[in-house]
């Protein structure tokens, strides 16, 4: 398994495969599979997540739920430092 500064977490998969041959004999493959999942700053993630906030306020005002939502968008935003 490779790890690296750059790529923190790393999954790796393996899939079991049957494979028949012409002779009709079983042959067992195994694959690794690796996924690379970049670091995140948690500060990244909670810009992220007031961008998102105010994307669904605004759509609420074009909906007209506008009261309906606010409230509780308040209330999360406020929670977010």
Do not use: W
Not at 23 to 40: A, C, G, M, N, W
Not at 56 to 75: C, Q, S, T
């Amino acid at each position: 398994m490779m790890k690296s500064a750059t790529h923190p977490i790393v999954v790796c998969k393996k899939i079991h495969d049957t494979v028949f041959t012409k002779d009709k004999e079983k042959i067992r493959e195994t694959k690794t599979v690796q996924y690379y999942l970049p670091s995140f700053h948690f500060k990244s993630i909670l810009k992220f997540l007031e961008i998102l906030l105010l994307i669904l306020i605004v759509a609420a005002i074009i909906a007209g739920k506008k009261e309906e939502v606010a409230p509780i968008m308040n209330f999360i935003l406020e929670q977010l430092p």
